[in-house]
């Protein structure tokens, strides 16, 4: 289980290979990449965080993971600071014996990863910046769960 | 006495990212009454609470949660990772 908080770029394919050969036996591994998008004339998405948080909080999330699935591994890299539209923002990676649990754990964590983890974003546009809001339906995705 | 800490939008409208609060407040509704009636900056951040939320050393917490005992209270916007 590997929670890294940075603001270094990685790379997912690279992070991804590396992820699979750690849980080497296991039959299914699932992944999903956040990448900025190029809306709206976007020139960059600058990330804050709360650095005494984050990382507990994304632990206690992988934690929380782990109870309801039985997972073989699990990968969440989230970065902070300026980034540029195409830069993966964070990836979430998850191994288990079959598929379905690798799918669900991946998708429960990208919930909560959305609303519960202490990352807020702004978007940098030719005319200013915006934080962005979250949306009421990041609650609603909490309760699928 | 207690560390108070601020991000995002609510850290822009304060103006400063952290500070020390001198406070008897009991929960933290009762610390957020006393900074808005310290300046009008405080009284903009903290105009509609239900879009502000907090944690208490560095966990989730509601307004209604009481102070005692801790070190840190962060105020922020509902989050956006992911």
């Known amino acids: 289980m590997s929670v890294r908080v940075q603001s270094d770029p990685f790379d997912a394919g690279a992070e991804l290979t590396a992820f699979s050969a750690s849980v080497l036996g296991a ?4 992944s999903f990449t956040g990448i900025v998008r190029g809306d709206n004339d976007l020139v960059a998405l600058e990330i804050e965080h709360y650095p005494a948080m984050t990382q507990s909080a994304i632990e206690a ?29 964070m990836m979430v990676a998850t191994a288990a014996p079959h598929r379905r649990a690798a799918f669900e754990a991946a998708d429960f964590l990208m919930d909560y990863l959305k609303s519960r983890a202490p990352f807020w974003k702004k978007e940098i ?21 | 006495m207690v560390e108070v800490v601020y991000f995002a939008w609510v850290r822009e409208r304060i103006g400063i990212p952290r500070e020390t609060v001198e406070t008897g407040a009991a929960t933290v509704a009762d610390l957020v009454d006393e900074l808005i009636a310290r300046e009008a900056r405080y009284e903009a951040a903290f105009a509609d609470t239900t879009a502000i939320r907090v944690a208490l050393d560095q966990e989730l917490a509601e307004f ?15 989050m956006t990772g992911g």
Request: hydrophobic letters at 45%.
């Open chain 2, 64 to 78: 209604d949660t009481p102070l005692k005992g801790v070190r840190e209270v962060a105020f922020f916007p509902p």
């Open chain 1, 61 to 89: 999330i992988v934690a929380e993971a782990r109870s309801r699935w039985s997972l073989s591994g699990c990968l969440v890299i989230h970065r902070h600071g300026t980034l540029a539209v195409g830069e993966a923002i």
């Open chain 1, 27 to 30: 039959g299914a591994v699932v």
């Open chain 1, 125 to 145: 546009g030719p005319e200013g910046a915006a934080w962005v809001a979250a949306k009421d339906s990041d609650e609603d995705d909490l309760n699928r769960w």
